[in-house]
């Protein structure tokens, strides 16, 4: 098994940062990809950056430029870097984990870009 927790978040005026940290602990062996999500009101969940473990990432188009996602393989921790925050940015943000073995969701971390 592999359990996530999942730091950061909050409520952030428009043009803000915010940081978000996931770290990974159990049964975690071999190559995986962390990432996040984000899901809005009456939306349905979508992808918003992964990285795999040698360092590759993707982006919702939405968000490149703007974000940056990171991890430290040592700690099994993946970050997500949110900078020029908007509004439209506001969901309730989940951290992903996958192996071959395994699939986890975090508990999920209410991100709100308000004035």
């Known amino acids: 098994q592999v359990q996530l927790v999942e730091s950061g978040g909050g409520l952030v005026q428009p043009g803000g940062s915010l940081r978000l940290s996931c770290a990974a602990s159990g049964s975690i062996f071999g190559n995986n990809v962390m990432g996040w999500y984000r899901q809005a009101p009456g939306k349905q969940r979508e992808l918003v950056a992964i990285?795999?473990?040698?360092?590759?990432?993707n982006y919702v188009d939405s968000v490149k430029g703007r974000f940056a996602i990171s991890r430290d393989n040592a700690k099994n921790t993946v970050y997500l870097q949110m900078n020029s925050l908007r509004p439209e940015d506001t969901a309730v943000y989940y951290c992903r984990f996958s192996s071959a073995w395994y699939v986890t969701w975090g508990q999920g971390n209410q991100v709100t870009v308000s004035s």
């Open positions: 990285i795999t473990t040698s360092g590759l990432t």
